[in-house]
């Protein structure tokens, strides 16, 4: 009797696995895996998540890549293989506008998704007001000294400062009256007037403005002219 012999053969399949380092995707997922023939092609594409780049893939196993820093990865699968997609964030521009009334520090260059303090600091004659521009990136946008967390785009803001009023108080010491001074806004010129009293039996011959006398925040001093 004859006997006839099959010999059956099958290909090999090995694993592949993709994962993600840093914020992105493999194929959709964060760890991508899928069972693959002998000599098939296996295809992965790399998505960075917002404000990060695709940097490079790195691998241990058999694989060969044309160009490690494309984000669509083909290889021929001879074996099993586990790669990674390697993400970075992205670097941002933070811009601060000038104001007359002020200063603002804390621009510059920075990777997205961290804190930026910035800082105004106003002119004499002003206080701070608020931020304007890409003001939801602000932790508060009424205070002076406040965090600017880094989004996946440039960011621009304004300070803003409003002009402080100044109260001149005037006072007469000896015979005589003085005039002017109240609540003015900083930077405007204010007219005093001092009036010698007139003759009485203490000065048969009247009174004269010998001397002004002035104190204020900065300091104090005495001049004799008559301003």
Known sequence: RNLQLAANFALKTYSTTATASGAGEVNGTQTFT????HFDQALLHATPSA?????QWAWEGPVNLADTTQPTATFDVTGGSNLTANFSRKSYQLALGNATEGDANGSGIFLFDTNVTVVATPHDGYVFS???????????????????????HNVSLTPNFDPVGFKATTIASGKGTVSGGGSSPFGTSVTVVATPGSTDAESPAGYYLEKWNWVSAKGSGTTSENP
Do not use: E, K, Y
């Not at 899928?34 to 023939?37: D, E, F, G, K, Q």
């Not at 404000?51 to 940097?55: A, L, Q, R």
């Not at 890409?134 to 009424?142: E, G, R, W, Y």
């Open 34 to 37: 899928r069972a693959h023939s």
């Open 51 to 55: 404000g990060w780049n695709f940097d």
């Open 130 to 152: 608020h931020w304007s521009g890409d003001v939801t990136t602000l932790s508060d946008t009424a205070a002076s000294v406040t965090t600017v967390r880094i989004p996946d």
